[in-house]
């Protein structure tokens, strides 16, 4: 089946830096999410984007389907970005989500 | 905004019983999905279920679970018999189209002692 690889597994921030976060997946896809898992373990969808570039607030996403990878920025990071990351995919002939490994955003002020 | 909403939020339950997890989906949302998450590890698929019917299962999801709709609103996961292992989040999500990916609630912790 289709891989989902994110990276770095692991970020720490100071509060203001700017961050880039990975995802690589093996296959063609049908739709990308980004989600960010709060510290609650709510699942919070960032951005629907199974191509180009989408932004909204300090957080934009660009997805390069014919490369096979989407890269999410985050820009003057603040504590309350800290959580989980991850990415999700909807591989051709399917209808569900299959989940990257995440990458734990630690901010500190 | 339409959410998916999941009830209860937590729930322990002594090993070997029964639970049922519910969800309410988006009201015209036609896909529906459960998701686990054991914890500190990556969110799995579990199960979909279009059309009054599971339209696809992982090999997680064996015997002792089931799905079932059971009215026009509700979306309900069944643990028969639960063992130690079957302690995570567990997410309810449901979708318009199945390839536009989807709407997550918030998850019931489930915790087996």
């Known amino acids: 089946g289709i891989q989902v690889e994110q990276s770095p597994p692991d970020l720490i921030l100071q509060e203001g830096a700017n961050s880039t976060l990975r995802c690589n997946f093996s296959d063609s896809v049908n739709n990308l999410q980004w989600f960010h898992q709060n510290p609650w373990g709510q699942l919070i969808n960032l951005f629907y984007i199974p191509s180009g570039t989408k932004q909204n607030g300090r957080l934009s996403a660009t997805t390069v389907a014919t490369e096979r990878y989407s890269l999410l920025y985050i820009s003057s990071s603040q504590t309350t970005d800290s959580g989980v990351y991850f990415c999700a995919v909807v591989p051709y002939n399917t209808d569900k989500l299959i989940f990257g490994t995440g990458t734990r955003l630690q901010v500190f002020p | 905004e339409p959410e998916v909403t999941q009830t209860p939020s937590h729930q322990v339950t002594q090993m070997g019983q029964e639970v049922i997890l519910r969800c309410v989906p988006i009201?015209?949302?036609?896909?529906f999905y459960w998701y686990r998450q054991i914890l500190g590890q990556k969110v799995e698929f579990l199960v979909s279920f279009y059309n009054n019917e599971i339209s696809e299962k992982s090999e997680i999801f064996d015997d002792q679970f089931s799905v079932e709709r059971p009215d026009g609103s509700n979306f309900t996961l069944k643990i028969r018999s639960t063992k130690l292992e079957d302690s995570a989040m567990y997410f309810c999500a449901s979708s318009e189209a199945g390839w536009l990916g989807a709407f997550f609630g918030q998850g019931t912790r489930l915790t087996v002692v």
């Open positions: 009201s015209n949302h036609l896909y």
